[in-house]
């Protein structure tokens, strides 16, 4: 069998779909199903068109209603196949409530065979616009770290080994609050000034990192590391002593799930999105500006009580369903399922 796997970004962009699409791509692998990745920012509508008659694709995967799931249509629609559209997050929390953007995103998730979540809180956005609870499937994201290449942040930064470490880390846009964390962690170092704000990502939206370079200024106690190679993450997340999640919009973030598999604190917004992992054992929720500033500056003075919470986060992200084993097993069934007309 083979799939064609519809992606919003890819690498070297390492975008939250990014990350999910590689990883679900090596799983396919596994299970003998053989997948071509296209990024469809990189392509003209006619040379997307023409890269899926050549590969001639069994099943058609959208990752993200909108910005895919509308060439997964035409895909479907041109070699007659099956097809599946994972939800990624703004799809379902932002562009569906688009007038514009609504009906063509239900007509994507009508048309598909199997639409999957990473959490209840979109299945219930789902089931509110009639998709049917037969076609939705949940399947929670896993943690994969490609091999490793061994950095010191901290040393090639020279950064102190006392100094408190906050990471940003996700593409550049509006939609992540960047400058919602810079803003409030200018306030935490009036108060606790030994600490240093890593920020690592791409850049998707060029406005909102002329915000954030604007903050940054000269200030030496915040780095803009550009994007890194995947190979570097799980020493980066060794440099930091707490990832800051301040999105307005999550579905299930695979930076949340790195940051608790490598022990690192989270610091996240209160928001349905991030309810299947961070929970107030697993992470430091915060809610607003205020309790932002209040919640860091308890993580900053209070070490000896983070540990049960890491050790918690940990344990949560490393067993099922937030296995890889689960996952794999999980798009197996349904490919095998949605597919099996494809091999007869």
Known sequence: MKSLLLTPTFF?????NAVTVHRISRQLTKVKITSKIIDVSSLSRKSLLDCAQNFAPDVVHNFHAWKSGRVGLKIKEMLGIPMITTVT??????????????EIILNVFS????????????????????????KIAVIHQAVFFPRQKKREYRKLLNIAHDTAVFLLLGSIRKIKNPCYAIETLEKIRKTIPNLHVLIAGSILEWKEFR??????????????????????????FHAA???????????????VMEAMN?????????????ASLLTDKTALLFHSRGDLYT??????????????????????????????????????????????????
Do not use: M
């Open 12 to 16: 070297p962009k390492a975008t939250g």
């Open 89 to 102: 997050g703004t799809d379902v929390n932002v562009d569906l409530r688009d007038r514009r953007k609504r």
């Open 111 to 134: 048309e598909s065979d199997c639409v999957t979540v990473f959490n209840e809180q979109a299945r219930a956005i789902l089931l509110k616009h009639a998709v049917p609870a037969a």
């Open 211 to 236: 915000k954030v370079e604007a903050l940054i200024g000269h200030k030496k106690w915040i780095t803009y590391l550009g994007e890194l190679p995947r190979e570097h993450i799980r020493s980066l």
């Open 241 to 255: 002593d707490f990832l800051l999640n301040t999105s307005s919009s999550e579905s299930e973030s695979n930076a």
């Open 262 to 274: 490598c022990r690192t604190i989270v610091i996240g917004k209160d928001i349905p999105g991030n």
């Open 295 to 344: 919640k860091s500056i308890y993580a900053l003075t209070h070490w000896d009580k983070l540990v049960e919470i890491r050790k918690k986060a940990r344990q949560v992200v490393t067993a099922p369903p937030f296995t890889f084993a689960a996952e794999k097993e999980s798009y197996r069934e349904i490919y095998w399922r949605i597919g099996n007309h494809a091999l007869r």
